[in-house]
């Protein structure tokens, strides 16, 4: 306990402002309350749900998704950082689509940047050259997870659909090498591969090539279908890696199950501490992408009446009651994912 508030009086952006938010977030949590006290410690923002590439097994890419697809506004984005901004530690730019489809995107980490929160966000990378680099370095972004799911064009392309490769790499060279010159330490760059059947014979190329590159860390990522469920057995079985020490999965009774018990089943962090706001105001109590979840909407309201509004309270409620009743609950990625295999290069 002492250790934890040690580690947060010591987090570069500590302010007292944060840290009272986060005891209270604490105790809401501890005392398992639904009616949250004060704000997240994390949120989620989505630039857009749009894509430039087609990955099947992704809603936005297999064109699943149910909610209507657009742009976050600038405007909109500094109505929710001028309301959580001097509470919240850390911002995800990133949900489902790609972020940098957002024109907008390096004005909003700034944004952020200037109330210190510590910005983190995912890309597939194809959309950074030469003629952003720089800014994406400058803006101060943190952290960036940029997924390279293949060594080789032909692999890459069989899941990220439309993906260039090349491009994806050199992005990764281009933020080292702007960094460097700025003698900068951010953002972070790491680089993520979905283990699929296709590409679990790359894995030591993709080593390689992560310490080639002098990425700062490269994750394995088990694959999941964010396409909802119950998952296709065909879609699943074509992407699962043989090597069941990369699947999250079980095959049974004819379908996909996770390999795992539900973790926590009273109790869920995401619905207490890291919400995800949509590029539309849609409040959810965490990325995954259900219609069920929409709980209210920041723009039509503030963020902290939607944060504990009935619906909010009464999600928190089941959840304490018995969160694998709950169909989305018990199908959550959240619930049985933990195990993601990582490797410094
Ligand atoms: C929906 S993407 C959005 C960000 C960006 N477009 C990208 O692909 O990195 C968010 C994260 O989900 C991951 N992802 C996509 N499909 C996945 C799957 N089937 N299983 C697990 N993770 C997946 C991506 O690699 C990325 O890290
Ligand atoms: S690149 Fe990202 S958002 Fe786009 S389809 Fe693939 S996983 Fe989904």
Known sequence: MLKRIKDKLDRPNHTWKRFLNSCLNFISKSLRIPFVLGFPELVSVEPTNMCNLKCPLCPTGSGKMRRRQGYLTLENFKKVVDE??????????????????????????RYAKSKRIVVSLLTNANLIDESNASDIVGSG????????????????????????????????????????????????????????????????????????????????????????????????????????????????????????????????????????????????????????????????SSFKEAWNNKRFISLRRDILKDKGSLRTCSECPVNFYRDIVFEAP
């Open 141 to 300: 972004l943190d952290n960036m997870i940029i997924s390279l799911d293949g060594a080789t064009q032909s692999s890459y392309e069989k899941y990220k659909v439309g993906g260039d490769l090349s491009r994806a790499i050199n992005a990764v060279k281009l933020i080292i090498e702007k960094r460097d010159e700025r003698k900068s330490k951010t953002p972070f760059l790491q680089i993520q591969f979905i283990v699929m059947r296709h590409n679990e014979d790359e894995i030591e190329e993709i080593k390689n090539l992560a310490q080639a590159l002098n990425a700062d860390r490269l994750v394995f990522k088990k694959l999941c279908n964010l396409n909802g469920f119950p998952n296709d057995p065909q879609e699943m079985e074509e992407y699962m890696p043989l090597d069941t020490a990369y699947r999250a999965y079980k095959f049974e009774d004819g379908v996909y199950r996770w390999d795992t018990k539900i973790q926590d089943p009273n109790f869920c962090p995401m619905a207490w501490n890291y919400p995800v706001i949509n590029w539309d105001g849609s409040l959810y109590p965490c990325c995954f992408e259900h219609s069920s979840f929409e709980l209210g909407n920041v723009f039509e």
């Open 84 to 109: 959580v901004g001097d509470y919240i530690y850390y911002m995800t730019l990133s949900n489902f689509g790609e972020p940098f489809l957002n024109e907008d995107l390096i004005a909003m980490i």
